[in-house]
Each structure stands twice: as C-alpha cells, then as structure tokens.
C-alpha cells in the first residue's frame, strides 16, 4: 500500500465511510496521513475509583458488573446506566444518551477504559460520567498502556461526517503500523539544512506524540514532527509560486515603448499625482517596457488613487494598439469604473465600452463585435469579459479590480484572452504580508502608501440602537449643512435578498416618517443596471441627499461631497468590510464621519468595534480583523483564491511561511541538481491543485 492507495481499501473503512471522508477531501491513505489533529487530550491521568474526585477529568480501568436502560413515560431517551467495578470492589455508573447500540458492547465482564468528566450525582449522592469516551480492553492490555483513546495522550480529530475522531484514529493508527511505502518529496538538502524529523517518523508523532513531545503537543507548542509538518505544506506552496514567477520571466511579453504614451498621461491627469502614485507608476512601467509579460499587485487603502494609476498603464497598452481589459466583481463597481474611465479618457478620446449582464443579447453582441474587432480600445465589466465566446483583437493589458474576489483561475482565463498581456491586480483590502505572500505569491507587489493631501481623517463613532434619534439628527443636521449622507445595511448570512429588504424597509421609513422634507434615493444589487446608474448619478449631483444602500457601495463609488455613512448593525460586518465602507466618505475637503450603529455588544464586538473608533490604518486593521475572525472569513469566500491548508496556520505560524518562502525560491532560483528540480516539478504537477485547491504549474 502507497500514500496514493483510495481510502475505500484503506482497513476499517469501506464504502460508506469512504463516501463521507471524501467529501471532507481525504480520497487517499495520504490525505488521511496528512490530516491532522485539531488538538490533543491529556487522557494519561489514571486513576483508582476510590480516588476520583468530583469536577476533575481522569482515566479509570474497571469491569461492566451491569447494563440498565431506565424508561421514561412521556418519550425514550435512549439512555443507557452502566456500573462499573474495578478490582478493589469500588463501583461508578456512566450514563450516556441515545445510545441503545451500547447493550451490543458492555456485557457484563467486559474490561473497559473510560475517560471523562467526574460528575457528582446530589440525588443518588454517589460519583457518575456522563458520556464519556470509551476503549474496551483487550486481554494483553492489563494496564490499559496499549490503549488508542484512553490512558495516553489521544489525537482529537474534527469528524468528516459520520465518521468520528474516534473511528479516525483507529484507522489512522492502522495505517502508521501498516508496512506503507513512504517518499518524501521534501528536497533532502533542505531535510539536512534544518535538521528535519524524516517523513515516517515525523507523521508517526503529529498523531500520537512520544513521551519526549507530549509537554509540546499539549501546550500548543510545536513539536519537530508538527513543524516540520507546517514546513513541508508551505514549502510546496511557495516552490509552485517561484515556479510559476520563473516561468512568467521566461514568457516572451509584450515590450510596450513608453515614450508615445508620456504627453497623453500628461493630458489626461484630473491631478497633481501623490509621490506614492508617481513610485507605483514607475513600477508599473518598468515592468511594461521589458519583454516579460508583468504580474503585478497594486494595494492601497481605500481613496489612495490605485484607478487613476491602472488608468495610466492603460494609456501606455492604448497608445501601442492594444486594448485594455478591466474585471471587477460586481456590475455596480464595473459600471462605475467604466463612468470614471469614460471620463479621465475623454481628452484622448479613447473608446471605452462597457460588458454587462444585465445588457440585452443585442446589445451584448454589439459590444462582443467591438471588441473583437478592436474598435473597442479600453473594454469594461464582469465575469461577462471571461465568458467564451468574447475575442479580443490585440488584449495587451488586463486590469483586475479586488482581486481576493476571484480566483487564480479566473485571472488566468482572462489572460488566455490575449497573448500573454501584461496583468494588473489591484485591491483596496489592505491585506497583512502573511496573507498576501499566500494569495499574490505570484505577483510582485506595489503598494500606494499615501492619501491625496488635503483629505482630513474620518471621525469614527459608535451608538446604539437606543441613540437612534440622536443619529438621525445628526444626519439631518449635516444634509442640511450642504453635505450628503450614505446609510448602509448589511447583508445578514451574505444574502442580498435579506439586506435588499432590510434597505428597502428603510427607505420607506426614512423617506416618509424620518427625513420627508429631504430627498432619500434606495440603492442595492438587485435593481436595473438603468435604475442604479440614475440613482447614482443623482447622488453625485447632488439630487438625492441621503442614499440609503447595501453594500453594493462598498467599493468604487466616489463623491466627494459626502461626508456622513450611517453603518446600521456595523457588528455583523467585519473590520476590513467596515473600513471599506467609510472610505466612501471623506473623498472631499470637509470634515467627515462614520457613524457606526449597533446591538448591545459582547467582549468581541466591543473589541472590534474600539479598533475602528480608535483607527483609520489599514493594515492594523485588516491585522486585527485576520486575528479576529481568520484568514477564510477575512476575505469574505473560499471563492478568494486563498490555498486551504490542513496543518499550517497563517496566522499562528507566519514565520514558518517566511522561511518556507525563502527555501521555496532559493531552491528554485538555485537547485542542488537538475534532478531535484525536475522532481519536485512533477511532484507539484501532480499534487499541487488537489492540495491547494489552486492551478496546476504549466
């Protein structure tokens, strides 16, 4: 048997628990080798009945004396009473629920191993466990030391399906005692510079810790084996990145002349640029004049002027023939980077056209014809622009918008729209390092560090539902004043169905009882491509004066006469999302606020709620949100193009990945052999999109 052996003919499983493990993901004996504990059980404390003690968590070995099932006269509870005796005539009762099955295991003789919580019965006035874990006993085991879930420190699994931690440790500790041909893929230079436990071993002691680990494993620290572990699941990660960077360099691109596209930027700049966007530029053009196609990351914070620098490199691919394609997530924010484009670009009067969903199939085949036959210079839109049947003439550069929405493999679709066009990532989601290393392994990264001066800080306020009116009054106060005002409502469980109504409930209470003497416009996902851009055209003018939303306004919409966002129950939002949110505010010279409405809130959401009253950085920020709530929920989906890592965690073993990250690309840049580095190339051929849930290595 090898680690690529289906878990169907893996002992003690069979086809209905093969069914469940795979749909955790564990199709092989390796996946299931390479699943490891959530955490570890101090189940060592063996103890003689007549020393238990109540509250405490111990150990017993003792014998079924007898099974009782008590019958309950409204309905059965399944519950089933055993008493058990140990060898100095000391008795105890278990009880457990729902478990009739159990007067197939206790007959009476049985020798078991019971661990869980001591309870102290006040009625019976005697000791109890309840549903405790259990081992029967065979005859070899007279002290319970050959035990797998008792009397030793015992690996806790998270169960796949009906197949629980218990199951899987009898079949993972089956496999470590099987005769299994082992191969460790990990290069054996870098097994020898950091001194790593061989893989056998290092598997052997992840599930059950010798005696020399067991301190580590249960204090949360890291064994030799664990990290190790840890180690080797970055380690792939990062070499397939460094493999896909260095193939990229060998790319034949696009070498863009820069000269013709200077004294159109000139032309077309609405601004003085900031000296973060002059560097980004730089950057950017560099890396478009040279033969490579580029991959590259813009990350700012939110009004930092990433559109307006895109804009520039499109202006270079234009001013070559070629056109330019720009993906955003949403039709709404797709629609407002084509309205900004439409007109930065009109002293240069470049053709920019937009591709929608929403758009009638005539007009969708107009633009379709557009853009295949190149009239269309600078094209606009969604998931639409990667659907099959849209051809571009000459795509040379590809501009992603909030690139954690799509995945690696979505950008790479887009890409095979040209040949190797140069690709641009932009994100306003300040992403920590950790993190970014993860997801934009494959891009170089530029970041725009500085806002456009004249920009004060938004004030941050938090109120309760029982201020409300407080809040209103303040809104009013501030329209009145000449200002505008946004109130958002989030979308409870992600659904846009649930904060469509939440917003439209609220428009009709504001417009009619609240604010009647002001103009109130209703803005979300599932209005017409039409009626959003009225709406939003007449928030710009100035027309409407409070907008009430979802977070369709998250990203892109930008007036800088609004200076008031209401954030109405800010605690079901995360910290980035929030962040993301009150940047639509303060784009102008005026004071602004963000008012952040909530329930009564626990230690958390206090917390939470503090780091955004307290600060407008980003980055500590998006920090604080990572600890708070972990990596998949900080990016919203698993839609994001985040790996999915069994063993590592990027938050508790961030130096791991910084090490793995530099052995990655040195062993890359600088292989022992060409023998190594065509097998470890074929082993990420083979592993790397099933592990990682990532593309394959061309």
Known sequence: MDLATPVTYVKGVGPQRAEQLMAKGLATAGDLLYYPPFRYEDRSNVKPLSQLAPGEVA????????????????????????????????????????????????????????????????????????????????????DGGASLHTGRIVPVYEAAGKVTARVLRGVISGLLDKELRLVDALPQVIVEKLKLPPLAQALREMHFPSAETEARVLNAWRSPAQWRMIFEEFFWLEAGMAFKRKQARLEKGIAFDLEPAREQVRRMLPFKPTAAQKRVVREIAQDMAAPQPMSRLVQGDVGSGKTIVAAQAAVIAVENKHQVAVLAPTEILATQHFLYLSNVFKPLNY???????????????????????????????????????????????????????????????????????????????????????????????????????????????????????????????????????????????????????????????????????????????????EEKESVMEGFKRGDVQILVSTTVIEVGVDVPNAS??????????????????????????????CILVTDKLGDAGKERIRTLVQSNDGFHIAEMDLKLRGPGEFLGTRQSGLPTFRIGNLLRDREILEIARSEAQNFVERPPSTEALIAALEYIREHWQRRYGLALVG
């Open 564 to 593: 008031v966002m209401v954030i109405e129950n800010a605690e079901r939002f995360g910290l980035a999302q929030i962040h993301q949110l009150r940047g639509r505010v303060g784009r102008g010279a005026a004071q602004s606020y």
């Open 59 to 142: 150990t017993v070995l003792a014998t079924v004396k007898r099974l009782h099932k008590p019958r309950f006269r409204r309905r059965d509870l399944g519950l089933v009473e055993v008493i058990f005796e140990d060898a100095a005539g000391h008795s105890l009762t278990a009880k457990w629920f729902h478990a009739h099955y159990l007067d197939r295991v206790f007959a009476p003789g049985v020798r078991v191993a019971l661990f869980g919580k001591v309870e102290f019965d006040p009625y019976l006035r005697e000791l109890s466990l309840l549903h405790p874990e259990f081992e029967v006993l065979r005859d070899d085991d007279e």
């Open 351 to 529: 053709r920019v056209v937009q591709l929608a969903g929403s758009m009638t199939k005539k007009e969708k085949e107009s633009v379709k014809r557009a853009i295949a036959t190149g009239y269309a210079q600078v094209v606009v839109g969604t998931h639409a622009l990667i659907e099959e049947d849209v051809e571009f003439d000459r795509l040379g550069l590809c501009i992603i918008d909030e690139q954690h929405r799509f995945g690696v493999l979505q950008r790479q679709k887009l890409q095979k729209k040209g040949v190797t066009p140069d690709v641009l990532v932009m994100t306003a989601t300040p992403i920590p390092r950790t993190l970014a290393l993860t997801i934009y392994g494959d891009l170089d990264v530029s970041v725009i560090d500085e806002l456009p001066p004249g920009r004060k800080p938004i004030k941050t306020i938090h109120k309760t539902h029982v201020e409300i009116e407080q809040v209103w009054s303040f809104v009013k106060r501030e329209v009145m004043a000449g200002g505008q005002a946004y109130v958002v409502y989030p979308a409870i469980e992600e659904t846009e169905d649930k904060a469509m109504k939440a917003a439209e409930k609220a428009y009709a209470d504001l417009s009619r009882l609240v604010f009647p003497d002001l103009r109130v416009g209703l803005l979300h996902g599932k209005l017409a491509q």
